[in-house]
């Protein structure tokens, strides 16, 4: 078997060296190799290294001519009241960050058929914006164990990673959870194994994928806050947009409509009006509802302008439409 696995693997998908990053990787062959002329060149070539015939069942399957130590034992962990297995693995977390950028969290969790993952961002003002939680699947619990057991052989990472000659710089920390409640923690400071690019770049997927879903969050928190939190205004600023135009925006913030400035004799204040089929001018003579018993009285328009939900002169749902015109300025009616 590992001679046909070792043949088969090309070059782009061999291992990389958890050590120290080095992609000359050879493979170990084990027992009583079938001697070929192809086995023959593999060895030359350093691609493949005769590993004796003893097998242990903890042997490592590859070999690093970078720097010179072998690699890919069994995922087996002997502490934490071990042996610890992938399959007794709970929950990962996965934190990064520095004094500039902040700190980014990945957790997730695993019940055994279900898996939730939990990112985090330093960004947002408020702690409960920013955590972002959804259902992680069975394909991504098990994409996820692959990359931390075959591509990055985590198990075989030292449990500190420090460079001391560089001060603040980038920290991190991943921890792997067990049944029993036990932890595998691993953490460094500017300083990585080497092939930490590969769990770097799979998490950052999932923390962009916080920001994209972030986004559409921000949306319905624009919304919450443009509507009061309302959801009976929103509604009837639905309904009110539905009376503008014949084909409105589906997206309702970016349906504008007309409002009339109105100026009443008595202390010339300015007050506003909805103009729902954009009808009146400056200068109008206009019938308006005033207070709450269902009064009308006379003002003259004195500016109309068009709003969006976003810059509203006033609340829309306490702006009332004008009834009708009640004549032009240049009547006898004027003010
Ligand atoms: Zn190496």
Known sequence: MPEKEASRRTKKN?????????????????????????????????????GGCCISGNDPRWHCHDCKKDFGRPPVFFRNKGPQKPEDIVGVDFGVGGFFDGYHTVRI??????????????????EWQNL???????????????????????????????????????????????RNGKKHEIEGSNDYPGTWDKLDRYMKKYVK????????????LRYAYLFRQDPEIYLSFLE???????????????NSFAVCFVAFQEDGREYTYLDRK??????????VP??????????????????????????????????????????????
Request: net charge negative; charged share 30%; proline share 5%.
């Open 14 to 50: 061999l291992p990389v060296c958890p050590f120290c990053g080095g992609r000359h990787i050879a493979a170990y062959l084990r027992g009583m190799p079938a001697y070929s002329e192809e086995l023959m060149k593999a060895i030359d070539d350093g691609e493949i290294i005769l």
């Open 109 to 126: 969790r695993s019940s055994g058929d279900e898996h939730a993952i939990c990112i985090s961002t330093p960004y947002l003002s408020f």
């Open 132 to 178: 972002y939680i959804r259902e992680f699947t069975q394909k991504e619990w098990n994409a996820l164990k692959k990359l931390l057991f075959d591509r990055c052989f985590i198990h075989e990472w030292k449990k500190l990673y420090n460079n001391r000659c560089v001060l603040d710089g980038t920290q991190w920390e991943v921890i792997l959870t067990f």
């Open 209 to 220: 994928e916080f920001y994209t879903v972030k986004c559409q969050l921000a949306d319905k």
């Open 240 to 254: 009110y947009i539905k009376t503008l135009s014949d084909s409105p925006d589906q997206d309702p913030l970016k």
């Open 278 to 287: 954009r009808e009146f001018h400056k200068g109008d003579l206009v019938r």
């Open 290 to 335: 005033v207070g709450n018993r269902g009064d009308e009285t006379i003002g003259k328009v004195t500016a109309v302008g068009e709003f969006t939900i976003d810059n509203m002169p006033y609340p829309f749902e306490k702006m009332k439409p004008v009834i009708e015109l009640a004549g032009r300025e240049d009547h006898d009616l004027s003010l």
